[in-house]
């Protein structure tokens, strides 16, 4: 299993069960920030922000942004240069459940 980079780009849409694991797995492998592009973006930001908020009895953060009427390549852009020195972002898909 290949952990994810510190700094991930999301191409919306995703399904909310897969969005599930990608959540606990991006906690796993010390992912910082995750910026969603695509459809629905903001709805998604909004959902992974409810998964890592859960009932509040553990700390789970990671940086969450939605970049509507955006690239991939703009996102890139952005988290490069909001988190430089966190190497290159990895810009992912993952399938609707």
């Known amino acids: ?13 995703v399904g909310e069960t897969a969005l599930e694991d990608f959540v606990e797995k991006c906690l796993r492998d010390g992912v910082v920030s995750i910026s969603v592009v695509g ?44 988190m430089p020195p966190e190497g290159d972002p990895e810009v992912i898909s993952i399938r609707r459940s």
């Open 1 to 13: 299993m290949v952990a994810y980079k510190p700094k991930v780009g999301l191409h919306s849409p």
């Open 39 to 82: 459809d629905r973006c903001d709805v998604v930001e909004d959902l992974l922000d409810d998964l890592l908020i859960g009932d509040g009895s553990e700390r789970r953060f990671i940086v969450t942004t939605a970049h509507v009427g955006e690239s991939a390549e703009e996102v890139v852009e952005f988290v490069w240069t909001w």
